[in-house]
């Protein structure tokens, strides 16, 4: 009923810059917060940045101050703007949304999860 899909992904060097896109298509009601988690090799799935619905943003401590999460809710589609990338941000990056769908006679809610897109960061 609803798709998560990233772009974006691939091989930029250290110091440089990378734009990923998650656009959420399908039966949707509403989008309350998005956000982008990340994944390296042997680590559990960690936090990168959270928007809500009204623009406010979260952001973990690694990076802050190098990453800007927005989104265009026109699109429902969120970006994660990653400027000066470490080779410890090499992981494969999910979008997450926190939605309402259309089930043909009401609205429910459910999180749903892009399938990921792998960023690796060369020094």
């Known amino acids: 009923q609803v798709q998560l899909v990233e772009s974006g992904g691939g091989l930029v060097q250290a110091g440089g810059s990378l734009r990923l896109s998650c656009a959420a298509s399908?039966?949707?009601?509403?989008?309350?917060?998005m956000g982008w988690y990340r994944q390296a090799p042997g680590k559990q799935r960690e936090l990168v940045a959270t928007?809500?619905?009204?623009?406010?943003?979260n952001y973990a401590d690694s990076v802050k101050g190098r990453f800007t999460i927005s989104r265009d809710n026109n699109k429902n589609t969120v970006y994660l703007q990653m400027n000066s990338p470490k080779p410890e941000d090499t992981a494969v990056y999910y979008c997450?949304?926190?939605?309402?769908?259309?089930?043909?006679?009401?609205?429910?809610?459910?999180?749903?999860w892009g399938k990921g897109t792998l960023v690796t960061v060369s020094s």
């Open positions: 997450h949304a926190d939605l309402t769908y259309f089930t043909g006679s009401y609205c429910d809610g459910m999180d749903y």
């Open positions: 928007i809500s619905s009204g623009g406010s943003t």
């Open positions: 399908g039966r949707i009601c509403s989008i309350n917060a």
